[in-house]
């Protein structure tokens, strides 16, 4: 069975002083992450397109945001940050507009109790929510 890559749209809001950066990538179709290389190239698989926005950030460093925003389609959203090791104590929370009927959905709570720290060390690691599923979306908002 064919699963959906996953969509990420990304930005960041951390008590760290962060740079955040939201990011949109969709795909529709593809490979799922599990199966090898090779996939991505098979006839009908989707090609990501990812587009990056810089946050509004506060004078201290301590919040991260974005006004309404018109973006291209996707359906997966995610919240990342420059530091995988800063813990994130309030909340990152996000609304999206349905790609169908235009309307704007209510705030909605992004999961920042995952274990991402344990990859800090690496080049080019994150920190990240957990990715939420929003249905077809082409806008969205972060605080």
Do not use: C, N, Y
């Not at 199966?35 to 950030?57: C, I, N, Q």
Request: negative net charge; hydrophobic residues 35%; proline residues 6%.
């Amino acid at each position: 069975m064919r699963s959906q890559r996953r969509i990420w749209t990304t930005a960041a809001v951390a008590t760290a002083a962060v740079a955040g950066t939201l990011v949109f990538q969709g795909v529709t179709g593809g490979s799922s992450p599990d199966r090898d290389a090779d996939a991505m190239s098979a006839p009908g698989a989707a090609e990501p397109e990812v587009h990056h926005t810089p946050l509004k950030t506060s004078e201290d460093g301590t919040t991260a945001s974005l006004g309404r925003r018109s973006t291209d389609r996707f359906s997966l959203l995610g919240v990342t940050w420059t530091d995988p090791a800063a813990e994130v104590t309030g909340r990152v929370e996000a609304r999206t507009r349905s790609a169908a009927t235009g309307e704007w959905t209510g705030w909605l709570p992004l999961d920042t109790e995952i274990d991402g720290r344990t990859e800090a060390g690496r080049s080019g690691v994150r920190g990240t929510t957990e990715p939420r599923w929003v249905g077809p979306s082409d806008g969205v908002e972060v605080r």
